[in-house]
């Protein structure tokens, strides 16, 4: 799920930035720290939107460095229980296949996979129902449903199911050529 | 006098007389029987001696207890019944001989009539702690005294005792011979002297009087209390054989004679059928006494095809039929073998799932399941449930009804429910519970052979959890049982000797690898028999040996560098991206570099553990060491960092060409920089105080003084100019515009200058060198 929410950092800049345009170093700064960054509470940073304000620097006596607490807006990605997703799949193999949705790796197990699906091992592995009419397989785009996550420092994995209804293929690369 | 050979217990001591030829049982009641028996035997001395013996029951054990309590339990008023009546119905054993003459109402009105008496007659329940105290043995009582006699031969001795003591009537002053079949080479005489015991054992030759022991008082309940960890051999638990060929092989009880101390088990038969065909007609192939046959299931039709004779018989134990085949009883293709207790280990057996799957037969996966369950119970450690703990009922009258464990007391758990109109909270029985997960749940497993791995759930089926490691992405399938919830990640087993997993390690034959797993091979929890796994350093062609610790030589921990492609310089935690070769495009921090070679971890790589193993050549370092770039105050950056960062510094416009070194000496020489230097944030980097970082409170001369900032102390020392090739160091505050004149004498390349301070130690009076990071240089 997507969040917009307000957080605060500090961020701490090189002296040799303070200028007329020491804003914008600021914000440049912001995006190269914080964008693409996954925290286990909020999730993954996907955006800065807004750079609201930052407050006064203080130098850190010794180094020189300036810190600045900076308030900014951001779109956050955090994966929940229970949550449908639409993940481009990007490995398969005989104990299911892994998929990722944006920035999230998303595993489902072959246990969770429709019992009718067969894992085809070959060249281009994939799991095909018996009436070979539906098909997994690399660069498959699957709706699936997250029943777990495990959220690291730096990273969050979840594991999916499409063993459910509405669930599966919504549009095989395959198929269509 | 009395004949007991002490059978088992659990309150009660049940004593049976054994006569040669037919084992009889009888139960008496708990420590009554001190004070009890005693009247017994000195009212009967005259009369019926053999009371204790007669109370002979038959197979019945409700029967058998009333029984017991009819002997032993024996008050005054009692007693004057026992006279009269007891004859009659104690000598029913006898009478038992010519039952086929006997009336069956008589015997009917004999079973009333006992009955009838006893039934009012509950000592049981009625006695106290404090009662049973007093029935405890006293200096008054008889002694017990122990006397060795052969080996195997407790029981003959004990009953020619009895024989004895038929034969020479009250001659004999011993009141009770006891055999316990626990206890090897020695009997228990009950006997209030020595002397007695003696003369009782004169002329017996399988009891040796020469020694003979007093048992003293306190011990004396211990004699006849028998342990209750005796064998709880349930039918349908595991156990694993110990002996034969079937040595290790798992198999599940399902018939216990206790009597016998033997149980009947099932296995899974290592029966070579053509070798038996063979025997059956006479052909003698060459014995081969190594070879033993692989377990597998035997089909009654193999063995009519080989033209082996097939009974089919009625078990006498269970009841059911089975297919004889040379002896050997076979049911569904299992094996029914009959062994002693004895022969069979019953504790802490770990069942695998392999084993399990090969029991099971197709048809009863349900009954199975249940019976797997009863193993689980059989097997779970204490301490098992802890609070908080997700639970189900299995069995009884609440099952499939869920909780959370709120409190775990010895056998009983109690447990929070949501549903509204029970009560708060239930006490179940810990037999009852198994733990409950959900798919999605994030587990640790805590016993069993995967002990020690995490992951997620991903299938519940019964109480076989399918969890995903985090580590491998594999599936593991353990018991619920064995699992505990836990947000912690482990990879299982991290640790071999003095290796880690993910260490890298230099093998025998010189080449050299990254442990990216460690197995337990073992078979049946042997700790020592885990296998690391090794990435082997061979770029381009990923080869994972399994090793014996034995086989790794030690574990390479030397910092180096490499040069990528572009000659940038690479160090551990670089994150780089392979360029080239079979896992171009792949990205991560480098791990370990050894001769050139990287190991790269990258997480989307899902073949060995994430490891790559490329040539140093066939990557590029991408953006920088991300550890220095998060910290701009790294002081500890290494020397190659900044070599690599020293162009940025080459661009400052003020540059201009450094002077000579010993210009610079000369300029600042003079209290002046000494001055500027206190206050200074300076670090040390030798001596004891190597690494402290402090503040100059005062400089004289040569010495400095200087305040730690750990350590609350002030160390005085010396300082010596030194130049050299510095490293960037954050903290070099000359770069600020405002110190405008400190640019034109920096050396280009030297981004910070060293300074050696000696620093003296005022504690112990040593000097030691430190080199410093300041702006200004001093006069030596």
């Known amino acids: ?177 | 006098m009395a004949v007991w050979v002490v059978w088992r217990a659990n309150n009660h001591w049940a004593l049976s007389e054994n006569s040669p030829d037919k084992p009889e049982i009888v139960n008496c009641g708990p420590v009554m029987y001190w004070s009890g028996r005693k009247k017994n035997v000195k009212k009967r001395r005259s009369g019926a001696e053999f009371l204790d013996l007669e109370a002979v029951v038959d197979s019945d054990d409700e029967e058998e207890e009333e029984e017991g309590e009819d002997d032993f339990i024996v008050h005054g008023g009692a007693d004057l019944q026992d006279e009269d009546d007891g004859g009659r119905i104690r000598r029913r054993p006898l009478l038992q001989g010519d039952d086929e003459q006997e009336d069956v109402d008589a015997l009917a009105r004999k079973i009333q009539q006992r009955y009838a008496r006893t039934s009012h007659v509950e000592y049981d329940e009625e006695t106290t702690d404090v009662e049973q105290q007093a029935l405890l043995p006293s200096v008054k009582d008889p002694k017990l005294w122990m006397v060795k006699c052969a080996i195997g031969h407790e029981r003959e001795a004990a009953i020619c005792l009895l024989q004895k003591f038929v034969d020479k009537g009250g001659e004999l002053l011993i009141k009770s011979a006891i055999a316990l079949d626990h206890l090897k080479g020695f009997i228990y005489l009950e006997a209030e002297k020595e002397a007695h015991v003696k003369e009782a054992c004169k002329g017996l030759r399988n009891i040796y009087s020469m020694q003979v022991r007093l048992v003293p008082i306190k011990e004396m309940t211990d004699v006849l209390s028998v342990e209750s960890k005796t064998v709880d051999l349930a039918p349908d638990s595991w156990v694993r054989m110990k002996t034969g060929i079937y040595k290790g092989d798992l198999a599940k009880v399902v018939y216990v004679d206790n009597v016998h101390q033997r149980v009947t088990v099932k296995l899974i038969p290592r029966v070579d059928l053509q070798a038996i065909a063979n025997k059956l007609e006479g052909i003698n192939v060459g014995k081969k006494k190594a070879f033993i046959p692989p377990p597998r299931l035997v089909k009654i039709e193999e063995a009519r095809d080989l033209h082996i004779r097939v009974e089919v018989k009625r078990d006498r134990d269970t009841g059911e039929y089975m297919e004889v085949i040379n002896g050997m009883h076979f049911k569904d293709g299992f094996l029914y073998k009959p062994v002693s207790t004895k022969s069979i280990s019953i504790h802490s057996i770990q069942p695998t799932f392999d084993e399990l799957e090969k029991f099971k037969t197709p048809g009863d996966e349900k009954d199975e399941d249940m019976a797997g369950l009863s193993t689980l119970f059989a097997n779970r450690k204490k301490g098992h449930f802890m609070k908080g703990d997700a639970v189900i009922v299995v069995r009884g009258d609440l099952k499939n009804l869920m909780g959370w464990v709120e409190k775990v007391e010895e056998e009983n758990v109690h447990i929070n429910t949501k549903i509204k109109d029970l009560p708060k909270t239930l006490a179940v029985n810990e037999k009852e519970l198994c733990k409950y997960f959900k798919p999605g749940d994030h587990v640790k497993v805590v016993s069993g052979v995967q002990e020690g791995a995490t992951g997620m759930v991903v299938k519940v089926e019964g109480h076989v959890l399918i969890i995903l490691s985090d580590t491998t992405k594999e599936d593991i399938r353990v018991f619920a049982d064995n699992v505990v919830e836990s947000s912690e990640v482990t990879s299982g087993i991290t640790r071999i000797g003095d290796y880690e997993l993910h260490d890298l390690v230099l093998l025998d034959n010189m080449s050299f690898g990254v442990i990216i797993r460690v197995e337990s091979e073992g078979f049946q929890n042997l700790k020592d028999s885990n296998f690391p796994q090794v990435l082997k350093g061979i770029p381009e062609r990923p080869e994972v040996v399994l090793v014996k610790l034995r086989e790794i030589k030690s574990k390479i921990e030397r910092r180096v560098n490499a040069q990528d492609r572009n000659m940038n310089v690479v160090s551990t935690k670089d994150v780089v991206r392979v360029v080239e070769g079979p896992c171009k495009g792949k990205q991560g921090p480098v791990q370990h570099i050894h001769r050139g070679i990287l190991f790269i971890y990258d997480r989307h790589h899902l073949e060995h553990a994430g490891y790559i193993c490329v040539r140093a050549r066939s990557c590029s370092v991408v953006g920088g060491s991300t550890g220095k770039d998060k910290n701009g105050a790294n002081l500890l950056t290494t020397r190659s960092d900044g070599l690599r960062a020293s162009p940025n510094i080459l661009q400052s416009p003020r540059r201009i060409p450094r002077g000579p070194q010993m210009e610079f000496g000369g300029r600042n020489r003079g209290g002046k920089g000494q001055d500027s230097l206190v206050g200074r944030t300076i670090k040390i980097r030798l001596g004891p105080f190597k690494g402290y970082r402090g503040r100059v409170t005062e400089v004289k001369d040569q010495t400095v003084r200087v305040e730690l900032d750990s350590q609350m102390k002030i160390v005085t020392g010396n300082e010596t100019p030194r130049y050299g090739l510095g490293s960037e160091t954050p903290m070099h505050p000359s770069r600020t515009p405002m110190h405008p004149y400190m640019t034109p004498m920096r050396d280009p390349r030297v981004t910070s200058r060293r300074f050696r301070i000696c620093l003296f130690n005022s504690n112990d009076g040593s000097t030691f060198v430190a080199n410093s990071y300041v702006e200004k240089a001093f006069a030596a």
């Open chain 1, 1 to 177: 799920m997507f969040f917009h929410i307000e957080l605060e950092r500090n961020i701490q800049l090189h002296p040799r930035h303070f200028g007329p345009r020491l804003k914008e170093k600021l914000k440049q700064k912001l995006m190269r720290d914080v964008e693409g960054t996954c925290s286990g509470r909020h999730g993954f940073v996907v955006a800065i939107t807004h750079f609201d304000d930052f407050g006064k620097g203080l130098i850190r006596e010794g180094t020189g460095f300036v810190t600045f607490p900076v308030r900014y807006r951001c779109v956050i990605f955090r994966p929940f229980k229970n949550e449908v997703l639409e993940a481009v799949v990007t490995l398969v193999n005989k104990m299911g296949f892994f998929a990722e949705a944006g920035p999230v790796q998303i595993f489902v197990s072959n246990h969770l996979i429709p019992d009718d699906m067969e894992f085809q091992p070959g060249d281009m592995p994939n799991y095909t129902t018996s009436d070979k009419s539906v098909k997994i397989q690399k660069d498959s785009e699957v709706r699936l449903k997250i029943i777990g996550t495990r959220v690291d420092a730096t990273e969050i994995f979840c594991i999916g199911t499409i063993k459910d209804d509405f669930l599966g293929v919504i549009n095989d690369p395959g198929a269509a050529s």
